[in-house]
């Protein structure tokens, strides 16, 4: 009997966890994101770091890589370096954006002490909003897209991305 008792509470516990972990993919995996949201990205016009209002509609026609970010966030902390990084090695190849979901007196301290050369956006909530457009369904930061040439959303990942990955989406754009 008691061996009976343990094995059912055994496969109730891992029928449970299945599940925990089915729910947990379906919750923070990005969602779809539509043609519309793309256009919503592009009819953006967001203030840089120096102050002057940035149309997003400029990066139309070439692979665009959006980086939903800020500066209290941990794991965007640490991507920055190697997003720049990579940003100079595919200058040719494709342009990446940082919205920053933070306030531009926080993202102009943060690039006082790590060096960011491609464009910066303060955003604020209202970069929270677009990022659920392009997919970011459970709302966390770092929030990657790429976008081809073509303006459809190829590529969208949640969390810090990993450079390989991001080299690769961005090569076969």
């Not at 026609?61 to 990579?86: H, I, K, S, Y």
């Not at 929270?128 to 929030?143: I, Q, Y």
Request: net charge neutral; proline share 3%.
């Amino acid at each position: 009997m008691n061996r009976r008792r343990a094995l059912t509470y055994a496969g109730v516990g891992a029928i449970a966890a299945v599940a925990g972990g089915a729910l947990a993919w379906q919750r923070f995996a990005p969602g779809v994101a539509s043609d519309r949201a793309v256009n919503i990205l592009f009819a953006q016009r967001l203030a840089a770091l120096d102050g002057t209002e940035q149309a997003l509609s400029q990066w139309q026609g070439r692979p665009l890589v959006v980086n939903f970010w800020a500066t209290w966030c941990a794991p965007c902390v640490d991507e920055m370096p190697e997003l720049d990084a990579l940003q100079a090695e595919l200058k040719d190849t494709a342009q990446f954006i940082g919205i920053g979901i933070d306030s531009a007196v926080n993202m102009k301290r943060f690039v006082e002490k790590v060096a960011v050369r491609y464009p910066l956006l303060v955003a604020g909530n209202v970069g929270t909003e677009l990022a659920r457009e392009l997919g970011n369904t459970s709302g966390g930061l770092p929030f990657t897209v790429v976008i081809d040439e073509k303006g459809a959303l190829i590529h969208q990942y949640a969390g810090r991305i990993h450079m390989d990955t991001l080299r690769a989406v961005v090569r076969g754009a």
